[in-house]
Nanobody, 127 residues
Framework: EVQLVESGGGLVQAGGSLRLSCAVS????????VGWFRQAPGKEREGVSY????????YYADSVKGRFTISSDNAKNMAYLQLNSLKPEDTANYYC????????????????????WGQGTQVTVSS
């Protein structure tokens, strides 16, 4: 059974940083991809970033490019999202998601591309 557990959210002032973690279990081999999404109240779930555990390819939404960094530690089955220069508009519940096999980059930030989801971790950025 595939499970994803996020951690690392919290309250931070604008300009601050947080590091989100996603513990992934249940995949037999390193042939999966991980995406980070966020959802603010009253808004649709938004794709933030993507990493392929298969080949290390990464991809970012324009809204976070240059501020957020996705990474993984394959030996620990962990994925991370470093959030820097946070803005109040980054406030949302952040989810990690995973799917088996490769995803074309053009679909990498679409929620429908992923079968497995964590429960989310709240990030609140105060102004």
């Amino acid at each position: 059974e595939v499970q994803l557990v996020e951690s690392g959210g919290g309250l931070v002032q604008a300009g601050g940083s947080l590091r989100l973690s996603c513990a992934v279990s249940g995949f037999t081999f390193d042939d999966y991809v991980v995406g980070w999404f966020r959802q603010a109240p009253g808004k649709e779930r938004e794709g933030v970033s993507y990493i392929s555990i298969i080949d290390g390819t990464t991809y970012y939404a324009d809204s976070v490019k240059g501020r957020f960094t996705i990474s993984s530690d394959n030996a620990k089955n962990m994925a991370y999202l470093q959030l820097n220069s946070l803005k109040p508009e980054d406030t949302a519940n952040y989810y990690c998601a995973a799917d088996l096999g490769a995803i074309r980059v053009r679909y990498a930030l679409m929620p429908a591309s992923y079968d497995y989801w964590g429960q989310g971790t709240q990030v609140t950025v105060s102004s």
